[in-house]
């Protein structure tokens, strides 16, 4: 399964019938669940460092409104981050059916309401391909009886142009 919700009716569809089930992304609330570890919260962290090392001051974020650990542990990390700075809060809960779109439109919409925003936490680009190939090594685990959970790798930061303090000619995440 691909990064279940909490209390999603789908897991329970699965449990009902028996069928053994792996997640991308550990199920909120459900440990028991051989799950691929996102390491959403330090991959969160990682992005809004970046945002603060080129001198943001007024960071957006941008996170689906669904009860996903993803969703649960970038708004936590944004929550605290935003805490530390004294900074408000200016995060947006989006339905995730709306797609880009929807995150297009609200990103217009709270840049026009709030211009003193000088950067967004949104999307994270993970290593689907890597998370995959763990998945179905736990699903054999599974299969063959035995338990356990993996951690992904952490996701790389790729820096944007547009996100770059003009005065800054590197990021280094390691400093």
Known sequence: MVEPRRDDPLVAHFEGRS????????????????AVDLRSHETAKLLLYHLAMQGCRCVAALV???????????????TAFIGSRRAPSLMLRLDEEGGEEI????????????PKIDGIFAAVDLHLP???????????????GRSRKVRAELSDLIVRRSSVAKDVIRFDRDT
Not at 19 to 34: A, C
Not at 130 to 139: F, K, Q, R
């Open 64 to 78: 689906a409104s669904a009860e996903r650990t993803s969703q649960i542990e970038s708004a936590a990390a944004y």
């Open 130 to 144: 890597v998370i995959a190939e763990e998945a179905v090594n736990l699903l054999f685990d599974r299969i063959e």
């Open 103 to 114: 995150g297009y439109r609200e990103t217009l919409r709270l840049l026009r309401e709030t």
């Open 19 to 34: 069928i053994r089930i792996v997640s991308f992304g550990t199920v909120p609330d459900r440990l028991d669940i051989p």
